[in-house]
C-alpha cells in the first residue's frame, strides 16, 4: 500500500518524445488527447467515410490486452484509443507522459450524439440485455431532439444470428454505431466486421446502454472527481469485486515496465 500511495501521489515530468501524441502503456498505444481533441478527429473520420475503430481503454482492458494477443492488435490498429478511465491517465503520467484528461466512453458516445441532429447523422445501438437499448434510444431522443436512431438489436446472439445483425446494421446505413457487448468482445466483433459493415464510427460502449436506460447508475459528480467511479460501481455490483483486483496488479505491472525502461 506504501508503495501504491507513493505511486499515485508521485510528481511527473512528462517525456516530449510521444510518436503522433500516442502513449505506450503496457504495449497499447494510448491516445494522449482531450475529449475535444478526441471529437475533433472522430469529425475527420465521419468526413472521411471509411469505416473506423475507437477504443476506450480503461485499466482493465488494458490489463486484459497484456495476456489477450488478438485484443491487444485490435487496440493498436484502431484509428483511435481514449484514455477511458483515470488509471490509463495515471499509467501515462507515471511513465512520464503527458495525458491531459480522461476521456471516459460514456461522455464521449453522449457528445457525438449531441452533435449527431446537427450534422443529420444515423445512429444505430447494438448490445446490452433485451429491451435494454430500445429503452436507451428512447433517452437518446429525449436528451438529443431531432436526433436518428435508425436501429437497435440486442446482444444476445448466436453465431447463427449474426449475418441478420450485419443485414439490419447495413440497410439501416447508419454514420455511427455504437457496440455495448463488453470488453474484450465488441471489440472483436466490431474488428471482424468493420469492414463489411462500412460504417464511419464505430465505438464499444460497454455499460452506456444500461446507464441511459436507468438500469444502472452512474458514479456521482465528486467520485468521478476523486478518481472513484471503480470503487461506486464495485458498491452497486459485487460481483465485480473479482475484477476490481485487476487495479492493483495494474498499478503494479505499470511501475513494473516503468523500472524496466
Do not use: C
Request: proline share 5%; glycine share 6%; charged share 25%.
Amino acid at each position: 500500500m506504501i508503495l501504491l500511495k507513493r505511486i499515485v501521489n508521485e510528481e511527473f515530468n512528462f517525456r516530449s518524445d510521444v510518436m503522433n501524441n500516442k502513449v505506450d502503456i503496457l504495449g497499447v498505444s494510448v491516445d494522449s488527447v482531450t475529449m475535444q481533441e478526441a471529437i475533433s478527429k472522430i469529425e475527420t473520420f465521419f468526413e472521411q467515410r471509411k469505416p473506423t475503430l475507437i477504443a476506450t481503454a480503461n485499466a482493465e482492458m488494458l490489463m486484459r490486452a497484456t495476456h489477450d494477443e488478438e485484443l491487444k492488435k485490435i487496440l493498436n490498429a484502431a484509428e483511435l484509443v481514449v484514455p477511458d478511465g483515470a488509471g490509463t491517465v495515471w499509467a501515462a503520467h507515471h511513465l512520464g507522459y503527458e495525458m491531459p484528461e480522461r476521456v471516459a466512453g460514456y461522455d464521449l458516445a453522449q457528445e457525438l450524439m449531441k452533435r449527431a441532429p446537427l450534422k443529420n447523422r444515423r445512429v444505430y445501438f447494438f448490445g446490452s440485455a433485451p429491451g435494454v437499448a430500445d429503452k436507451a434510444k428512447l433517452k437518446a431522443e429525449e436528451l438529443y431532439s431531432g436526433i436518428k436512431i435508425v436501429g437497435t438489436r440486442n446482444g444476445f446472439f448466436k453465431a447463427e444470428d449474426e449475418p441478420q445483425i450485419i443485414a439490419d446494421i447495413k440497410t439501416a446505413q447508419p454514420d455511427l454505431l455504437l457496440v455495448a457487448l463488453g470488453v474484450p468482445k465488441q471489440e472483436k466483433w466490431l474488428a471482424k466486421y468493420k469492414d463489411e459493415l462500412n460504417v464511419p464510427v464505430s465505438i464499444g460502449v460497454g455499460g452506456t446502454f444500461d446507464v441511459m436506460a436507468g438500469i444502472m447508475k452512474r458514479a456521482p459528480l465528486w467520485m468521478q472527481k476523486a478518481k472513484l467511479e471503480w470503487l461506486f460501481r464495485a458498491m452497486l455490483q459485487p460481483k465485480r469485486a473479482g475484477r476490481l483486483i485487476a487495479l492493483p496488479k495494474f498499478v503494479l505491472k505499470v511501475h513494473s515496465s516503468k523500472q524496466k525502461s
